[in-house]
């Protein structure tokens, strides 16, 4: 199990690296701007799905696995805190 927060700007930033025995992965944006997540540093506004203010996404068992890197950029000028929790087997 790891968790913890990462500050997100308009660059593209690693939220988790790539994890062959994730289970479950949510990642919570907790600031008031916009973020976008995706599978690389390539990742844009206009490509990354959209994660709201103050909401979350989920990746578990019932949703579908996806086990690679999870990066994410800002929709604006200024930092958001976006926060993960994954759970992994043993």
Not at 82 to 89: F, H, L
Request: aromatic share 10%; charged share 15%; glycine share 8%.
């Amino acid at each position: 199990m790891a968790y913890g927060s990462k500050t997100i700007t308009t660059a593209a930033t690693l939220i988790v690296g790539a994890n062959a025995k994730r289970q479950v992965l949510m990642i919570v944006n907790h600031s008031s701007k916009i973020c976008f997540i995706g599978p690389d540093a390539s990742i844009t506004t206009a490509t990354g799905i959209p994660l709201y203010e103050y909401s979350s996404k989920e990746n578990t068992k019932a949703i579908g696995y996806y086990l690679g890197d999870v990066y994410a950029i800002a929709s604006d000028v200024g930092n958001s805190d976006v926060r993960y929790w994954e759970v992994n087997t043993r």
